[in-house]
């Protein structure tokens, strides 16, 4: 055979195996195919992505203390007197929510400032809100043609150019992108009936999302806006597997594509982290508590640099991450407060990203301590929807316990009323009247009849005018939206919280953690949230040999430590260090060399 034919059989028989390898790694639109295909590694290593909310709500950047910017239309939608009163106050009358578009300029937005700031913080990868819940696009969407930012105030493609500039620096990018709209005429969500979504979806978002997709192949998918429908109803199914197709092997989603999804890495939002490692997770959350710019919201609301990093670290010793959002203003300028978080973890990063990068979780986790915080709260009327009673608490499983005296204004029967999540009882006297337990939606019959007896949120109990009657309120949080609501009410006394004589005396109890584990290869980092004054003792390792070397990142001295055989524990002589040496005063990391 000659030469040039010998060349063309193999050109042909490689062209045949990668097609073939191209069919075998074609992803199906199923749940069991999809999820064979996996989870590209780079997303588990990477630990820390940069959310971005910026759109036409940027420029009321207004909600209520605690509440998010980017609802803002909503608001409006449902006639909350608040933002109405609001937009009357601050805007020109007759101005609608459509008329912020020209006022959403940009005018001092520059995309490489942000990338290049994003790089510094020390993110590996960006997620732009390409379009919230009110449907404005930040690209010039042809399903869109006059509600986005390239016809619009900025008069600029904003998803092109920044996903240039973030690729520039050497960052992936991806887009959150909502499923559901609260201005769109074929299905208004939260307006129109549920189960009436299926034209918007066939004929409006699933081409709009290939569009999008097909533009700018963006390395993350997160869908949102889903918690209405099932998957099904977003064909989640075909659309992920065609993502994964288009994309290839670096494209990962999220897990929020409606009920029944069966994929996608896990997204809990303002929380203290989840224990599960079955798949890739990454805590979603701002420096404060909403992700748009709030300008309602106090210094309070915001973690310090020292809180952010440490939180941090728990999150990538549980085996996930941290897409930590900024809310830029209308004119495309980060607040500096933000500036300045980004900046301090980025910092931290430079010193202890050994410790972060691609590590995976230890045998275990965390050291915890027990923490305990005692005040006096004047009526129980909480809602810690994106908090806790207070920053020393855990944002989830909590315990609280309050105490007081109640002294009925008369003699008659008395209706206790509470709204709760997850566990309440309330004992007056020596009766305790409510014994709530939250139902779970995996209730069988066999223990749905014992499940109601503690669903009641009512009871009534008959008081004498003018006695005092010792009250106890016990609640459990477990994950995430904390609530406890405690009123009474009577023939002659209305509705009204449950007041004490001198409040309720409160104590707040959780368990948080001291230190975390990470692993390498074959090395340990411990990650003290608490500075070792002179000894760092560690209760979770393995029996070291000899030759282990110990030092703590960022600065070059080697520590002394011995094994207590006795206690099984390691104990790292941290004497010798002086304040010099310390390289951080957020979080310090020891590496054991085993």
Request: some cysteine.
């Amino acid at each position: 055979m000659k030469l040039k034919n010998k060349l063309l059989v193999c050109v042909v028989i490689a062209l045949t195996l990668a097609t073939a390898l191209k069919a075998q790694e074609e992803v199906k639109p199923t749940w069991q195919s999809i999820n064979e295909r996996g989870y590209p590694e780079w997303f588990s290593d990477a630990k820390l992505g940069i959310f971005i909310h910026w759109g036409v709500y940027s420029v009321p950047a207004y909600a209520g203390i605690e509440g998010y910017g980017e609802w803002y239309y909503r608001g409006l939608m449902v006639g909350d007197t608040v933002r109405i009163n609001f937009q009357n106050r601050a805007f020109s009358d007759g101005i609608t929510y459509r008329d912020f578009d020209k006022l959403f300029k940009g005018e001092l937005w520059n995309p490489n400032e942000w990338a290049e700031m994003f790089k510094q913080s020390g993110a590996k990868y960006v997620l732009l809100v390409t379009k919230h819940h009110d449907g404005y696009c930040l690209w010039d969407s042809k399903f869109q043609p006059n509600w986005n930012s390239v016809v619009g105030g900025p008069k600029r493609n904003i998803v092109s150019e920044l996903t240039d500039a973030v690729r520039n620096t050497g960052l992936k990018m991806g887009f959150y992108y909502s499923l559901t709209e609260w201005t769109n005429p074929k299905h208004i969500w939260m307006q129109d009936p549920d189960d009436s979504i299926a034209n918007y979806v066939e004929t409006y978002m699933i081409p709009q999302f290939k569009e999008l997709v097909e533009r700018y192949k963006p390395s993350v998918i997160f869908t949102d806006g889903e918690w209405n429908n099932k998957a099904t109803d977003f064909h989640a199914e075909e659309l992920i597997s065609w993502y994964y197709n288009t994309v290839g092997d670096e494209a990962i989603v999220n897990d929020r594509w409606g009920a029944g999804t069966e994929h996608g890495f896990r997204t809990p939002e303002y929380s203290s982290g989840i224990l599960q490692t079955d798949r890739p997770w990454a805590e979603c959350r701002g420096m404060g508590r909403s992700f748009a710019y709030n300008r309602r919201e106090p210094l309070s609301n915001y973690l310090t640099s020292k809180e952010l990093i440490q939180h941090f670290c728990k999150l990538v010793a549980a085996g996930g991450g941290m897409t930590l959002n900024v809310g830029p203003t209308a004119d495309g300028k980060i607040p500096l407060i933000q500036q300045e978080r980004l900046k301090d973890l980025g910092d931290w990063l430079k010193v202890n990203g050994e410790a972060i990068y691609e590590t995976r979780p230890h045998t275990h986790f965390y050291e915890y301590e027990d923490v305990q915080l005692n005040r006096t709260d004047s009526v129980l009327n909480f809602n810690w929807k994106r908090n806790s009673p207070d920053k020393k608490i855990s944002y989830d499983n909590f315990d609280a316990v309050w105490t007081g005296v109640i002294k009925p204004l008369y003699s008659e029967k008395y209706t206790f009323e509470i709204e709760a999540e997850d566990y309440a009882m309330i004992i007056v006297g020596n009766d305790t009247i409510i014994n709530y337990i939250k139902p779970t939606t995996n209730a069988t019959e066999s223990n749905a009849e014992e499940a109601q007896k503690h669903n009641a949120t009512k009871a009534v109990l008959k008081l004498k005018k003018g006695e005092e009657y010792p009250i106890k309120v016990i609640y459990k949080e477990t994950n995430l939206e904390a609530v406890m609501k405690l009123w009474w009410q009577s023939k002659s006394q209305e509705k009204e919280y449950v007041c004490p004589i001198n409040g309720f005396d409160a104590t707040y109890t959780c368990q948080q953690p001291v230190l975390c584990y990470t692993t390498k290869g074959k090395n340990v980092y411990a990650i003290a949230l608490k500075y070792p004054d002179d000894m760092l003792v560690l209760s979770n390792v393995e029996k070291p040999s000899d030759k282990m070397k110990v030092t703590m990142l960022g600065c070059d001295k080697e520590l002394e430590w011995e094994w207590n055989s006795q206690n099984n524990t390691l104990n790292i002589n941290t004497s010798k260090l002086k304040y010099s040496d310390l390289p951080s005063n957020a979080a310090w990391v020891f590496k054991m060399e085993y």
